[in-house]
């Protein structure tokens, strides 16, 4: 038997870790912000501290990747997961004893930091596990558990959060990174260490360099790509990360105990698009190309349409809030396939001893820009008032010609 096949022990095993790790993330990076935009009823502070505490997951991919080019996978794995149980533990000591804003700025910032050297780790290892001809299926299958423990985190986590408070998500928190930890140590992935003739620092320096060199010169499209994402980022997924709950919170005039078990229903909604999108891309594999790849942006485009128009009419609560769900599920199964697609691709085009460094480089040069975006949109919810609509229609023209740009890069991609 192929030992690089999906059902091999170790790659079932990296899916169940997923499984409980990806779970405990979605849940307290579902509640950890909402609770600080229900204490502080500010979507301006919401969204910097939004963008603060992404930052890290930006500056931190890269090392992530070397780490996992260098370093064995699975150790990073176990030991980022047993680190983010005792930071939880930590918090929920602290809470309400120290300057709550402080605090869950630092405990996000560490939160998005810990995710942006844990996940190339995941990434790098799929090749290592997985034959390249079921590259794509295999990304599929991550795809559908992040999308799967984005679903339920949110949907369990909204519920928990409007009937018993902050306190209970924590626990749980905790309970699926110890779990997910212990279970990883009987993980195998093949790793071969690479000889060390200088410091961690030099080594670092020129591992970026080596990645940064096969970007420009071996496959400079990969970056171009990459930034034409970042573009789709700074517009569409920073005005989604904090628009969805400021609107669904504070804006459609539900109770608060309503609207944040409602924002869980709607993060749910994006997540069981993620679920179809990955489940689609796995089903429909290599008939999938990227010569069409940019019809998948001018969905999620198109998507912020009736979003724009249920906040601008005299459309009831609950009409408006349907709109927006159902509009939130079909972007993201458009943006699932898209992602799996791009992944899939790079994976293949890379040599396996610096695919968690260019995979990481790439999603460094994708998110640069989110940061910046959702600044931006804390501060202009909060100033524009009943004029946000405009915020999603002209997000949807600048994602649309970004995707009709697209259109030349992707057939030079294939």
Known sequence: MN???MFSKDFIMV???QIISLFGNAILRFALPLYLLNETKSSALFGVVSACSFLPMIL?????GILADRINKRNIMVILDYFTAVLIFVLTILLGKVNLVALLLVVLILL???QGTYQPAVQASIPALIAEENLMPANAVINLVSSLAGLIGPVIGGAVFAFAG???ILVIGIVCFVCSATMEIFIHIP??????EASIFAIAVQDMKESLLFVKTEKPIIGKAALLIAGINLFLSSLIIIGLPTVVTQMLGFSEMTGNRFYGYAEGALAAG??????????L???MTIRNAHWLLVICSLALLPMGAVLWLSVPAMAAYAVIVISCFFMMVASSMFSIQMMAYVQMVTPSHLVGKIMSLAMCICMIAQPLGQAMYGILFEELGSYVAWLFWGAMVICGIIAAYSRKLFRILE
Request: hydrophobic share 40%; proline share 6%.
């Open 285 to 287: 594999g290599k008939k």
């Open 112 to 114: 998005y930091g810990i």
């Open 191 to 196: 790793f071969e260490k690479q000889k060390a």
């Open 3 to 5: 030992s690089k096949n």
């Open 60 to 64: 931190l991919s890269p090392i992530g």
């Open 166 to 168: 902050i306190k209970p």
């Open 15 to 17: 899916v169940i870790g």
């Open 274 to 283: 993620g679920l179809a999108g990955g489940m689609l891309a796995g089903m």
